[in-house]
């Protein structure tokens, strides 16, 4: 999703996506498309799925968009983690967040180490036996 609203932009190179999802014109959707042809193609919808979704909100501004994309895997069986850095942190935001996500774990960090030490922590509190 990043690559394509920010990447492809800026003319980073990616992978070759027609190749990837072995279908034509991947490129040209719109990235809302992009991530219903992901879940439905990838994630079979008479399953049921278990996964856990882990979301670092960076720009807390950018909460709005993120829950848009959200909403496409509401029907599957997802457990929610939110990270977000603390010096850039936004009550009103993670209330929302609480709000629309109250099963969901959120977690503020530091600023440092390239958003991986979130990811990592959060690795360790994931029950992976359930995935």
Do not use: Q
Request: proline residues 2%; aromatic residues 18%.
């Amino acid at each position: 999703m990043h690559y394509y609203k920010y990447g492809y932009y800026e003319g980073r190179k990616c992978c070759d996506r027609n190749n990837l999802f072995n279908i034509g014109g991947y490129c040209k959707l719109n990235i809302k498309n992009k991530i219903k042809l992901f879940l439905y193609r990838f994630v079979p919808c008479d399953i049921k799925a278990n996964i856990a979704v882990v979301v670092h909100l960076y720009y807390m501004e950018s909460w709005g968009e993120i829950r848009t994309y959200l909403r496409y895997i509401d029907k599957f069986n997802c457990d929610f983690y939110f990270t977000y850095c603390l010096n850039s942190c936004n009550e009103k935001i993670l209330n929302s967040v609480r709000r629309e996500y109250p099963n969901a774990i959120v977690k503020g960090y530091e600023n440092k180490g390239f958003d991986v030490g979130p990811f990592v922590d959060i690795l360790s509190i994931i029950d992976l036996k359930k995935i």
